[in-house]
């Protein structure tokens, strides 16, 4: 699948997953569906995060968290639609994530999925925003975290992109 998906780096050296064609905008539940469903085809592949080398899976569990977990419930607008469109380039998040910090597990629910702990890290991307005339008039940056679930069989698991949040900064032309 041709997917238009170009990873840059912004003025301050951050890298940013840029996506070109938005796909989704995240509203109906037929849609959500069919994200979960193009997220089952990644099931058992692995991305590599380019700073540190860490092999992050893509385990069974990871399509239904991301459509139906609590964050993707609470997401409105314009989150939704990039949480919907970042399912378009779920290696190259994984790829330019940064900033890992170790997780709580929140009220003890998931101790059983993640035998050795919770990882954060830092992922951002970027979608068009279009004029009138269907042309590309800037973008907008959002940030998310990505949850990473270090499990009993020693590998980190991708498990959910939580807090997508438009950026304030100026987007790249």
């Known amino acids: 699948m041709d997917k238009n998906i170009t990873i840059i780096t912004d003025p301050e050296g951050k890298k940013i997953v840029l ?11 037929k849609e959500w569906g069919e994200i979960e469903n193009y997220l089952k085809e990644y099931i058992g592949k692995y991305s590599e995060i380019a700073d540190t080398s860490e092999k992050i899976y893509i385990g069974a569990d990871f399509p239904d968290e991301f459509v139906h977990g609590k964050d993707k419930i609470i997401l409105k607008g314009p989150n939704l639609k990039a949480k919907a469109n970042a399912s378009q380039a779920i ?3 994984i790829q330019i994530a940064q900033n890992k910090t170790v997780s709580m597990d929140f009220n003890e629910k998931h101790k059983n999925k993640a035998k050795y702990g919770w990882y954060r890290y830092d992922t951002r991307l970027a979608l068009p925003v279009y004029n009138e005339y269907g042309e590309i ?5 959002y940030k998310m975290r990505m949850l990473v679930r270090h499990d009993g069989d020693g590998k980190l698991y991708l498990y959910d992109f939580l807090r997508t949040k438009k950026e304030m900064s100026s987007p790249p032309e």
Do not use: P, S, V
């Not at 996506?19 to 539940?29: A, E, L, S």
């Not at 008039?137 to 940056?141: P, S, T």
């Open 19 to 29: 996506i070109n064609d938005i796909r989704f905008k995240g509203k109906t539940r």
């Open 91 to 93: 290696c190259e998040l």
């Open 137 to 141: 008039q800037r973008y907008n940056i």
